[in-house]
């Protein structure tokens, strides 16, 4: 993919997606999905579109992983969802499996689902899907196989 042409085209007046400029935490974002998306996605650009959108619509267009409610930390985030049945603490460490990530990956059996793509014990440390790398890799392989749309299909072809 010429990344350079993609962003020059995200940056049209007529995209109508970012205006007519995007900040370096966006662009990071953004080329952390591609990186992920060269290493771990099915190089169909109907895939990769899916997780821009993503991506999108869950930061807020940050682009980038965030807390659920764009809380800037843990406390924070706690209230904004502390009335909702995944705000309560969950699991053996006790943590709140509120959205964190560029897919706002909730519900402590998401974090254990999501673990092994994280490279990292998701339950014990949710954080980890702050890290630009983890979450994006995360975001990719889930919406490969299907873990969150309640259905377990992914958005792969179904033809060969």
């Not at 049209?12 to 996605?41: E, K, M, P, Y």
């Not at 985030?77 to 603490?89: D, F, L, S, T």
Request: glycine content about 12%; proline content about 4%; overall charge positive.
């Amino acid at each position: 993919m010429d990344r350079t042409a993609c962003f020059a085209a995200l940056r049209r007046r007529t995209s109508g997606v970012f205006g007519t400029s995007l900040s370096q935490s966006q662009v990071d974002g953004i080329n952390g999905i591609l990186d992920a998306f060269a290493t771990h996605g099915d190089g169909r650009d109907k895939t990769l579109a899916y997780a821009l959108v993503t991506a999108y619509h869950e930061t807020g267009a940050r682009m980038v992983p965030v807390r659920e409610g764009f809380a800037k930390d843990d406390v924070s985030a706690r209230r904004i969802v502390a009335k909702r049945e995944y705000g309560q603490p969950a699991g053996k460490y006790g943590h709140v499996f509120y959205g964190r990530g560029q897919v706002q990956l909730t519900w402590l059996k998401n974090c254990v689902a999501s673990s092994k793509d994280a490279g990292y014990d998701l339950v014990a440390y949710p954080d980890k899907m702050l890290d630009p790398v983890i979450s994006a890799r995360v975001m990719i392989k889930g919406l490969l196989d299907g873990r969150w749309n309640g259905a377990g299909k992914g958005i792969a072809p179904t033809c060969p």
